[in-house]
């Protein structure tokens, strides 16, 4: 039988990157330095010392050898090309690393190969070793060969596909003898009845960042062997900066043709963007996938071929989706894998999945069950978008999520495979937990949970109503007073109110919808920004210090409140805390009470860091806007009943909209139902 590529071995060469090599390249190959004799010395002493320094030194062979310590991988080996690689003499490159480790447990789960070859092409005596690890992270020795690389013929070792059966990687280092090693290639093979041969569309939405979308459309042309693959690029633009207003766009534009196709709509989101492209590319019927992609995510490019090849090998049609790494910390992997919970429908890591992971420190050897794969990267045959329909009119927020979870109800399941993977802009640097698309959140989560709770038992609906509601009024109610985001309180019941409207809601042109949902965040203080923020004395401490008093938290709440409430003394320990005299020097601290909000971070915004301030200005996550958060009792008050009395609604007529949700979940991601957006 034919061999069909896995992955080839790559490194950060020639493509776009997130950030300097440098700091890229743990997630690509890793280097060693070896022992080796110094001249004069007895041969029995022997000491570490860092290749490519010139010839061993002379020294006194009474003189006792001292260990040197590691130096940096660049004096161990030189990258020299996407897929080259010089060893220095006496250094060892591994390939266990994110990129270049082959995540083997997933091909034994998903695919029906029998074996993992390794082939490396290279010129040079070496000792190449193969590795394998278990799904507990115990590492195995399966081949140490000393050979002479030559271009007549790979070196190889196969491992059987079937020790990977509960999870695992394989890997690979090659160690320099003498002279150096030059790599100048090397794969992960298996045999296949047929070499996969499909056509893959790409659809980017894209809002006002042409630069990116550059940027993506470089990384697509990247690899030649995904090119092979490759139909018709989708960019569906949103925004009012467009592609073709960029410096040499004319040029670009002749080297891709016909294959680029430009969209202008009006904003519809990324459920809006993403449901174009993938309606273009299914109607067409020349693709066999479409690949999903964020404007502001940058793919390694063999990660677009992986995916491919893995969703032809699998036994089974399914979706492919690619972890996200964080552009801002190029090593940091946000989760491997994740899932929304059944009874609270708030989606988090999946079981055995894991968030922000330093990937130089911490291996995937476990295979996780994901139950959907963010669209930042993922792949979707298109028969199932044909058979389902398209995305949700959401706007935003967990069109992904409903659609993984669809899928997953008709038996197609989503794999989220390592190895695959886009750097993106981390959520780190977004509040969505309290500007204006905390609409989305909560409407959206409370629609997909009466939309796939349909033909369950009532019961079920009205558990997991109790959960989303009790979640709700936690963090998005109570959570918000204590923060004085009233214009968010205030988004987290219109969103209750629009579920509980019924199926219709669905139907208005989302460009509307956006547009009075920003507009309502002017009803409420919680929301204005501060031009200008002025030093004031204080007296030291850090704002974001959870107070651990047990009484802290009801009394802070009772503060937003207005209310009375005095702090009791607890039955503590005498000695336990020790009392400060009060004394004239602490009265530098008083505030003056004409100068303005006190500035806080953004870590002081929470019931600890607002608590002792009437007054207040926070600092946005992105540190470039501040926003005023006075105390306002009415406010809360007013704000707090209205989402009580909403929620108590949503758990008496959620499970009956369930039915309706239910009935309009197939209607709405028909086509016909976009194209009233798409058209307007």
Not at 53 to 69: F, S, Y
Not at 217 to 241: C, I, K, N, S
Request: hydrophobic content about 40%; overall charge negative; some cysteine.
């Amino acid at each position: 039988m034919p061999e069909v590529v896995l992955q080839h071995v790559v490194l950060p060469w020639g493509v776009e990157l997130p950030a300097p090599m440098a700091e890229v390249l743990p997630l690509y190959v890793a280097g060693q330095g070896v022992t080796r004799p110094i001249h004069g010395v007895d041969p029995g002493t022997w000491t570490l010392t860092l290749p490519g320094d010139g010839p061993p030194e002379e020294v006194d062979p009474d003189t006792r050898a001292t260990i040197r310590p590691a130096a940096d991988t660049r004096d161990l080996f030189r990258v020299t090309g996407r897929r080259q690689l010089h060893v220095l003499p006496f250094g060892r490159a591994s390939f266990d690393t994110y990129f270049n480790r082959v995540h083997a447990g997933y091909y034994a789960r998903w695919t029906g190969i029998e074996a993992l070859t390794l082939r490396v092409h290279g010129q040079g005596r070496a000792r190449v070793t193969v590795r394998h690890s278990t799904r507990e992270g115990r590492q195995v020795i399966d081949a140490v060969d000393l050979v002479d690389l030559g271009p007549d013929a790979p070196h190889r070792v196969s491992v059987p596909a079937a020790t990977f059966a509960g999870g695992g990687c394989l890997w690979f280092e090659v160690e320099a003898l003498d002279e150096g090693v030059d790599l100048t290639g090397a794969d992960w093979v298996a045999e296949a009845a047929a070499s996969p041969e499909p056509v893959v569309d790409v659809a980017i939405c894209t809002f006002n960042r042409p630069a990116d979308v550059r940027k993506a459309l470089r990384t697509l042309r990247a690899d030649e062997e995904f090119l092979a693959h490759l139909g018709t690029v989708w960019v569906v633009d949103h925004g009012t900066q467009h592609l073709h207003d960029l410096p040499g766009a004319e040029a670009e534009s002749v080297v891709w043709g016909d294959q680029l196709q430009v969209i202008e709509q009006p904003n519809l989101g990324g459920s809006g963007g993403f449901s174009r492209g993938m309606h273009e590319s299914a109607r067409r019927g020349r693709a066999d996938y479409v690949f999903l992609m964020d404007d502001d995510a940058l793919a390694e490019p063999e990660s677009l071929r992986r995916a491919v090849v893995f969703a032809e090998l699998a036994e089974r049609p399914l979706a492919v989706g690619g972890q996200m790494l964080l552009r801002g910390k190029p090593i940091e992997l946000h989760s491997s894998g994740e899932r929304v919970d059944g009874r609270t429908f708030r989606w988090g890591p999946a079981p055995l999945g894991r968030e922000s992971i330093r990937l130089d420190q911490e291996p995937l050897d476990a295979v996780v069950d994901v139950g959907y794969n963010g669209w930042w990267l993922c792949l979707i045959p298109t028969g199932v978008i044909r058979e389902l329909g398209l995305a949700q009119p959401f706007f935003i927020k967990w069109d992904d999520a409903e659609y993984g979870m669809r899928m997953a109800q008709a038996g197609y399941l989503t794999v989220t495979l390592p190895g695959v993977a886009t750097w993106h802009e981390s959520w780190e640097l977004k509040d969505d937990t309290t500007d204006w698309t905390l609409y989305f959140h909560i409407r959206n989560r409370l629609v997909a949970a009466a939309m796939l709770s349909a033909e369950l038992p009532r019961e079920v609906a009205e558990r997991r109503f109790q959960a989303i509601v009790r979640d709700i009024l936690r963090r998005d109610v109570i959570r918000n007073v204590t923060r004085r985001a009233f214009s968010s309180i205030d988004a987290a019941n219109q969103a209750m109110e629009d579920f509980l409207a019924g199926p219709g809601i669905l139907e208005r042109p989302l460009d509307e919808l956006v547009a009075e949902v920003r507009a309502n965040r002017g009803r409420w203080p919680g929301d204005e920004a501060v031009e200008a923020l002025t030093a004031q004395a204080r007296p030291p401490g850090d704002p974001a210090r959870r107070r651990k008093l047990s009484l802290a938290f009801p009394r802070a709440l009772a503060r937003e409140y207005g209310l009375d409430l005095p702090l009791v003394p607890l039955p503590l320990p005498p000695g336990l805390i020790r009392r400060r005299p009060v004394s004239d020097e602490w009265d530098i601290w008083r505030e003056p009470v004409d100068r303005g909000p006190v500035p806080l971070p953004k870590a002081g915004d929470a019931w600890w860091g607002l608590t002792d301030h009437p007054d207040a200005a926070v600092v946005s996550v992105d540190g470039s806007r501040a926003y005023r958060r006075t105390r306002n009792p009415e406010a809360a008050r007013q704000l707090t009943r209205r989402a009580a009395q909403l929620a108590r609604r949503v758990l008496k007529e959620g499970p009956d909209l369930v039915g309706p949700y239910g009935r309009a979940r197939r209607q709405m991601a028909l086509p016909a139902a976009w194209e009233r957006q798409w058209n307007r």
